[in-house]
């Protein structure tokens, strides 16, 4: 059962969806984005998934806090409170990997959120190399799913108005709609590295390479059609009675009353959801930046340290004494701290970099990682508080993510969670806790009623 928002005044949009990763989506996406801007629409960006680097591009696109909204880590309530908080107009959800790829455990995928809410996906393909197959390709993604409405597609990186023509002619032939095309273009790449695109926060040029984009999109895209097939979410009913649920509690406790938070391009990882329901509980939040030697408020009761990438920058913050002492100082004093991933990484004794070189971090944790010996760890994790703490009472479950190359090369004290994968197999000891200070390589998403013991 679900109820299709109803008001004349209610956001409309769309899913961009892609056939594999790396097919253009987020550039997309975020031309897309800047033109409904240009247009005057108040437009709300949204990404699927555990991401929190394309969300930097989506949000600048759109001049807002693009949102996360992920179908396997996210309790049902979570995804309709998040949808229905939306404040444009419009909205564009972003989809992860391909369209159907999700969790090992099979669900979590774009489309299982576009048939949840009854939503059009606008397929994103990536021509380069193909002709008339991506009518084919096209074709078979559309008639994968009856739930799924794969309303058209739109072509990245053609080469010619000749290839222009031939894939408008082969998606026609078998009736499917096109769109919209952003040709090759040089200029428009989106470098990477481990982890993903290059954050959009580091990149100086980034207004300039949207606006490209947006006109390179605006030479070719059926706009008007995009908005004709918008629809208004189909909320799906959730508890018992079959009623949308009261607000949510916070995905995770409020750490604290004074929460110090760390951002900047080292410690950017961090979910809106998560800040934004802190404040609605009342929370005072503070941010500092480590990079710039800045230390947690000195009146804080909690310090949150976000993962993001400071296994490149570990020298500098090695260096930069006023933030460790900072931490130290919280910890002191009995102020909560919680570090997640890179985080997690900081508190620990020490951080090898890439080159093998040691250094000291703040020696909160019992922790030693290295950078040099690079192993992929990735996916979703099911995971329980070992001990009663901030985070809840024992056995306290949470849905989270898992996404780092760092390897852990001493970890020594308190255990903070057991974790199982998507399928709530491997069970595994995860991260540490010392007194109020606790960490670990898992990003938490949202709080869990779902997992089985």
């Not at 209610?10 to 961009?16: D, I, T």
């Not at 970099?353 to 909160?364: I, K, P, Y």
Request: glycine letters at 12%; charged letters at 20%.
């Amino acid at each position: 059962m679900s109820t299709r928002a109803n008001s004349d005044n209610a956001a409309r949009g769309w899913v961009l969806a892609a056939a594999s990763s790396n097919s253009g989506k987020t550039l997309v996406s975020a031309a897309l984005l800047r033109l409904l801007c240009r247009d005057g629409r108040a437009v709300t960006p949204f990404k699927v998934g555990p991401d929190y680097i394309d969300p930097g591009f989506l949000s600048a696109a759109a001049r807002t806090i693009c949102g996360s909204l992920d179908p396997w880590a996210m309790a049902p309530g979570r995804l309709n409170q998040l949808l229905q908080a939306q404040s444009g107009n419009r909205f564009l959800i972003e989809g992860v990997m391909g369209l159907f790829d999700g969790a090992v455990s099979g669900d979590g995928s774009t489309a299982d959120l576009a048939a949840a809410y009854q939503l059009p996906v606008v397929l994103v393909i990536n021509t380069k190399g193909q002709g008339a197959s991506v009518a084919a390709l096209a074709q078979g993604f559309a008639n994968h799913r009856a739930d799924v409405n794969v309303a058209g597609v739109i072509f990245t990186q053609v080469g010619s108005p000749r290839h222009r023509k031939m894939l408008f002619d082969a998606c026609a032939s078998v009736d499917i709609r096109v769109f919209g095309v952003l040709a090759a273009d040089p200029s428009l790449v989106l470098q990477s590295r481990h982890l993903g695109l290059v954050q959009a926060g580091e990149r100086a040029n980034l207004d300039a390479l949207l606006e490209r984009a947006a006109d390179n999109l605006a030479r070719d895209v059926d706009l008007a059609g995009l908005h004709d097939i918008a629809a208004a979410p189909a909320f799906p009913a959730v508890g018992r009675a079959g009623a949308m649920p009261p607000l949510m509690p916070p995905p995770m406790p409020p750490l604290g009353q004074r929460i110090a938070v760390a951002r900047d391009i080292a410690f950017g990882f961090c979910y809106p959801h998560v800040l934004d329901d802190w404040r609605r509980a009342g929370v005072e939040i503070s941010f500092f930046s480590p990079l710039a030697d800045a230390a947690p408020r000195s009146d804080a009761d909690a310090v949150y340290l976000p993962g993001g990438y400071p296994e490149l920058h570990a020298g500098a913050l090695a260096g930069n004494q006023n933030f460790l002492s900072g931490l130290r100082d919280a910890a002191a004093r009995d102020a909560v701290i919680l570090g997640e991933c890179g985080g997690y990484m900081v508190l620990g004794q020490g951080v090898l970099d890439q080159d093998g070189g040691r250094h000291a971090m703040a020696g909160l944790l019992g922790l030693e990682t290295s950078f040099a010996r690079r192993k992929l760890h990735l996916g979703y994790r099911q995971v329980r508080l070992r001990h009663a703490g901030p985070l809840g009472a024992k056995d306290a479950a949470y849905r989270g993510h898992e996404f780092h190359y760092a390897t852990v090369t001493e970890e020594l004290g308190e255990d903070l969670f057991t974790a199982r994968d998507a399928l709530g197999q491997h069970d595994a000891k995860v991260g540490l806790r010392s007194g109020t200070v606790m960490g670990s390589f898992i990003h938490l998403i949202d709080r869990d009623n779902r997992t089985t013991t």
